[in-house]
Nanobody, 114 residues
Framework: QVQLVESGGGLVQPGDSLRLSCKVS???????????MNWYRQAPGKQRELVAS???????HYLDSLKGRFKISRLNIESTVDLQMDDLELDDTAVYFC?????WGQGTQVTVSS
């Protein structure tokens, strides 16, 4: 059974950084390595939106409004995908989720507050 566990969220101030991590279990790492991986977020009262993607070949794509503040990376042998978030803004407050082959984790809360 595939399971995803996100971690690394927390309460920070504007301008701070956080590094989120998503661990995928229940699948061989060689299989994990063949899938594109995505990070999403959902702010209160808003729809879930795609924040960043990384392909199986390492190509990346980001939400335009992030202005280069986030960086997605993956470590296939550990079946993990990370999201480095720098210069956090109030509007980054949301629950952040990763997704693997249609399976969602429980999310990790990121709160940016002054």
């Amino acid at each position: 059974q595939v399971q995803l566990v996100e971690s690394g969220g927390g309460l920070v101030q504007p301008g701070d950084s956080l590094r989120l991590s998503c661990k995928v279990s229940g699948v061989m790492w060689r299989t994990f390595a063949t899938y594109d991986m995505n990070w999403y977020r959902q702010a209160p009262g808003k729809q879930r939106e795609l924040v960043a993607s990384i392909t199986k070949l390492g190509g990346t794509h980001y939400l335009d409004s992030l202005k280069g503040r986030f960086k997605i990376s993956r470590l296939n042998i550990e079946s993990t995908v990370d999201l480095q978030m720098d210069d956090l803004e109030l509007d980054d407050t949301a629950v952040y989720f990763c997704n693997y082959d249609g399976v969602w984790g429980q999310g990790t809360q990121v709160t940016v507050s002054s």
